[in-house]
């Protein structure tokens, strides 16, 4: 865990190696389109999961937001939420539910301010998660669109509210 | 009904006239007697605009809020249906929605609701299917685009006034009116805030709100309420989730003699009140005091918040449905 939160608090470094891994992943697109995105999920899963684990205490939603929520894992937030903290947060900064863990969003909030990248991304309005792809590789989600599938009446703001912090 | 008008209810009216509003929060029973309700409601009745019925607030089961909300309708009290996102997924929200409509509610507050770890049954499931914010927007589109969220048509949509939650008093400060800011996008029409016992913070996030224009898109309502002792305040502040109430106050009580204790709560939260009063962007106040409704009503009317405005009925009803003291006995 520890070295997993010395990256963590690296949210810039963080945030270039996932528009790099994004690059490669969307230029590997034919290659991997071909092997079949099945397939692929069942071989990518494993190690993202692992690799993710260790860095993000990652949960697996398949719908992966890191880049946009200061590369921090909002799933490993006890309530799950995806658009910021609840009003239970203690005044150390710390978790309602787990008093001696800080609050994911505290941490999440922090680390965006120092992501000139995707840090305003923190501000957008996050879709109901779709609990169909929990397990499944949110790489491989991401290439196929499976993970900006929206329920049908939802009305996607793509637009951040307020851009200027 | 007038079309600009997202609801039928009449705090939705008393804001949009520019009045200070005052909303209240009912105790819910522990019991199965309609009457335990209506007693409550009585009290609450005449001096305040509308009546908030908690979804098992701190993780306590009490009686549900959407079986409240359906016996003060009957009565023609107008309740503001609290809906937490820690118990039901989104099926059963949106059909709970529907069907409290249907009854008569015009308010909705959305909340994400305490943790089960703050209750008494801290063994259950927590659900968490949606954040208050997806909840907020769910309920948006069901009202004004006539859908479930997956698509499906509503043959009448419901006419909702869409509240949310707001606590300026814990971190991350800077973000909390950001946070606000999307539940606004989302689609909140009024805001409820945790307990204010801290002015100054608060007016520092007010000019915030302001700043970022958001006191023109949504009526925002200070949370108030009274504190009993100085046992009381420090209970809530370590075992109530997000409520901050400084030392000084504390200090406060601790140096008032016993049996003065009670009184001086009470005036702390008049003060509380004209304080925020004042501040630019404030729409009123809801006062919540655990356990001790008697003294919401002295509370309103020391703060010179008397008599409530009767736009659309009488104080505290909605302007459809009109009460049916029969109904109010006998329960069904
Ligand atoms: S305090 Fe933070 S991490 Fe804990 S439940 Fe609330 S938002 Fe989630």
Redesign the pocket.
């Known amino acids: 865990m520890k070295f997993g939160q010395w990256l963590q608090n690296h949210p810039h470094f963080l945030e270039q190696t996932y528009w790099l891994t994004h690059r490669v992943f969307t230029w590997l697109d034919p290659l991997i389109a071909r092997l079949g995105y099945e397939r692929m999920d069942r071989w990518l899963r494993g190690p993202e999961e692992w690799t993710k684990r260790i860095v993000f205490d990652c949960r697996m939603c398949g719908q992966c937001i890191l880049h946009s929520t200061g590369m921090t894992c909002s799933m490993s937030?006890?309530?799950n939420?995806r658009n910021?903290?609840?009003g239970?947060?203690?005044a150390n900064g710390?978790?309602?539910?787990?008093p001696d863990?800080p609050?994911?969003?505290?941490q999440a909030y922090n680390r965006s301010l120092e992501m000139p990248r995707y840090g305003d991304e923190i501000l957008l309005i996050e879709p109901p998660v779709n609990r169909q792809l929990e397990g499944s590789s949110a790489w491989i989600n991401m290439l196929t669109g499976q993970d900006k599938v929206v329920p049908k009446a939802w009305d996607q703001i793509e637009v951040i509210p307020i851009a200027e912090k | 009904m007038n079309n600009e008008y997202k609801s039928d209810g009449r705090l939705e009216r008393v804001l949009r006239s520019g009045r200070f509003a005052v909303t209240a929060e009912l105790n819910p029973p522990d019991s199965a007697d309609p009457e335990e309700v209506y007693q409550a409601a009585l009290v609450l009745s005449e001096v305040c605009d509308a009546i908030n019925a908690t979804d098992g607030s701190g993780a306590h089961c009490h009686m549900s809020s959407v079986a409240i909300c359906a016996l003060l309708t009957r009565a023609g009290y107008a309740p503001i249906f609290q809906v937490s996102c820690r118990d039901r997924n989104r099926i059963a929200i949106q059909g709970d929605v529907l069907g409290a409509a249907a009854m008569g509610v015009s308010n909705v507050l959305c909340l994400?609701g305490d943790?089960v770890t703050a209750g008494d049954q801290p063994q259950a499931k927590r659900v968490f299917d949606f954040d208050s914010i997806q909840l907020l927007r769910t309920i948006k589109i069901m009202r004004d685009q006539g859908m479930f969220l997956s698509g499906r048509k509503l043959t009448t949509p419901p006419r909702l006034f869409l509240g949310a939650a707001s606590n300026p008093f814990v971190p991350p400060y800077d973000w909390r009116p950001y946070r606000l800011a999307k539940k606004i996008e989302a689609g909140a029409d009024f805001i409820q805030s945790q307990y204010c016992f801290d002015v100054p913070r608060f007016r520092q996030f007010m000019q915030k709100v302001r700043d970022l224009g958001l006191h023109e898109q949504a009526f925002f309502l200070v949370g108030v309420g009274p504190l009993r002792s100085e046992k009381a305040a420090e209970f809530m502040r370590t075992k109530v989730p997000g409520v901050h109430i400084p030392d000084a106050i504390i200090e406060r009580l601790r140096k008032t003699p016993k049996e003065k204790k009670v009184e001086e709560g009470k005036r702390i939260c008049v003060e509380i009140i004209q304080q925020v009063r004042e501040i630019e962007g404030v729409s009123g106040v809801h006062v919540m005091a655990y356990r001790q409704e008697e003294l919401v009503a002295e509370i309103i009317s020391e703060a010179g918040l008397l008599p409530r405005p009767r736009i659309g009925g009488l104080p505290a009803q909605d302007s459809k449905v009109r009460p049916r003291r029969g109904n109010r006995v006998n329960g069904v």
């Open positions: 937030c006890p309530k939420l910021g903290p609840c239970g947060v203690r710390h978790c309602e539910v787990f863990k609050c994911v969003w505290v | 994400t943790d």
